[in-house]
């Protein structure tokens, strides 16, 4: 038993609301949970399936009482989400926000917490290609980051809670500045991501190769693009639009490399290619020996070689 | 017991060929197996753990007598092994190859091919980001596929023999033509492959966000390209230099749909976002429905979720 806190609320009942629900139960983290979810179908799903100890009808309702209110709404939500329940919070309460990008959130939530509130951004750098309240289990969090972004000024002791609270979902966590935070988040996920969905799009319009054979023959390297490319549209534009700077500033840099490969391509350039391909090749050693990934063969494969 | 061939030479002695060797054992797919690699401690290893029932010193010695010659080396290296061997095939044999570009293949490898002899270019759809003689294993063809690429004017029966081969080691077959093919592959394998080294070249050259930063938080979409970028450099040089025409136009085309949502991004369009990323879903919904994977949630994760 590590409970962290008495009363939590989750808004927004994704993957990551349901996966921390999950998580809390599995290690007595929190007393009593209350959730909301927007949509009246996730609600009823959430109550079917047993996702938090209370489903509330509305996101004031929920955060009544809380010790801990986590926003876990598409970025582009966190602010009018803040607004709603900011008369509702509890003096000496903690309000975390689950979100990709934190400069935007900062700016959007800020300043609608109450000075008796702590607020301290945090982004679990775990997640699936599923959404939606059943797509959640409670190991999502285990051994994954979670970046603790607090703004200046933050309480320490409040912020050294929520550190406690990431830790005993399973999370190891970081402390990162706002801005840095979305800049390394650029370059690991967003653009990647961006990435993937346009190489995705690119096989869909391709008239002279067929769909089917496009999904036949995924496993040649195709199907890690379109695992990242099913990710929740939602959340994603969002991202893109509230992370703009970062993003487009990383998507300049990419293009520049692949248009220098395409020359390397187009004049015959095999010792470039050659030399690019050899350095890339040491960044994945160094994932391995990080511990976020076992290097037992998957690429291309539906199950893992025992 | 379904034996297809009574000798197989393989020549060349990494992921493919030592993967096709554990599968000819596991079915009882060759009465024997001789083998060749260019370098000495290739060979050295091959004898040590048991790969082929004889390793030979050069590639002709392996291929004398052999029903079944494989060449299993980089695509630029296929024309020179070809020319090597030629004056030692036996009459009545057929010769195949395994590498992933067959207009090259067919181009430098068909002229040396004497009349008596039957050439099958295939290209198994298979691998990992591991490469060398003991990174093969016998389940790496199942229920994968292999392009089977006829020339003009091939003899049906051997080619049909050439088929049951491959579907003794797993694999399912289709058959295509040469031109289709490179096209096919350049979509789902080459172009993704070539992405997938750019975007980690760009992350690794990023001095604002530190290797370890990128090493670190990996899971969030970037590690799925660090195993893509982690395969053999050599093949994949020589894929790049010998699929030119189809590696560019497809890299013509990913860069004006990547501008597009470029575009998007820098004007704040959220509905083109949103309309694009929900598009991409499907393809994915495809693939998990043809069975080339499954929907247990792995993505950003070591393990997968049970």
Redesign the interface.
């Known amino acids: 038993m590590s409970q962290v806190y008495g009363k939590v609320a989750l808004i927004g009942l994704g993957l990551i609301a349901s996966s921390m629900f999950w998580a809390m139960k599995r290690g007595g983290v929190a007393g009593e949970v209350s959730g909301y979810a927007r949509s009246e179908a996730t609600r009823d799903t959430a109550r079917r399936i047993g996702l938090c100890d209370t489903v509330c009808d509305s996101a004031e309702a929920a955060v009544t009482g809380a010790d801990l209110v986590v926003l876990a709404v598409p970025v582009?939500a966190m602010g009018t989400v803040a607004a709603a329940i900011a008369p509702y919070l509890k003096p000496g309460a903690t309000v975390i926000d689950v979100g990709s990008v934190k400069g935007a959130v900062v700016a959007e939530v800020g300043p609608h917490i109450p000075e008796t509130v702590h607020f301290v951004p945090t982004h679990p750098?775990?997640?699936?290609?599923?959404s939606g309240p059943e797509?959640g289990?409670a190991?999502?969090f285990d051994?994954?980051?979670t970046?603790i972004v607090p703004p200046e000024g933050a309480d320490p002791a409040a912020v050294e809670r929520v550190e406690a609270y990431w830790q005993a979902l399973g999370a190891n966590c970081?402390r990162m500045e706002v801005e840095?935070h979305d800049?390394?988040?650029a370059?690991?996920?967003?653009?990647?991501?961006?990435?993937?969905?346009?190489?995705?799009?690119?096989?869909?319009?391709?008239s002279?190769?067929s769909?089917q054979?496009?999904?036949?023959?995924?496993?040649?390297?195709?199907?890690?693009?379109?695992?990242?490319?099913?990710?929740d549209?939602?959340m994603?534009?969002?991202v893109?639009?509230t992370n703009?700077a970062a993003?487009?500033e990383?998507?300049g840099?990419?293009?520049e490399?692949?248009f220098a490969?395409?020359r390397a391509?187009?004049t015959?350039d095999?010792e470039e290619?050659?030399d690019?391909?050899?350095?890339?090749?040491a960044?994945?050693?160094?994932?391995i020996q990080?511990?976020?990934?076992?290097?037992a063969?998957?690429?291309?494969?539906?199950?893992?070689?025992e």
Chains 1, 2 share one sequence.
């Open positions: 582009g750098m775990a997640g699936t290609e599923h797509s289990f190991t999502l051994n994954r980051w970046l970081e840095h800049l390394v988040c370059v690991v996920s967003h653009i990647p991501h961006l990435i993937a969905y346009t190489m995705v799009g690119v096989a869909d319009d391709l002279r190769v769909d054979e496009v999904i036949k023959f995924s496993a040649a390297g195709f199907r890690d693009f379109t695992r990242i490319a099913a990710s549209p939602t994603w534009r969002d893109f639009l703009k993003t487009l990383m998507l840099r990419f293009t490399e692949l490969l395409q391509i187009r015959g095999g290619l050659f690019y391909f050899t350095r890339t090749r960044i994945r050693r160094g994932i990080a511990g976020q990934d076992t290097d063969p998957d690429f291309g494969r539906g199950k893992r070689h």
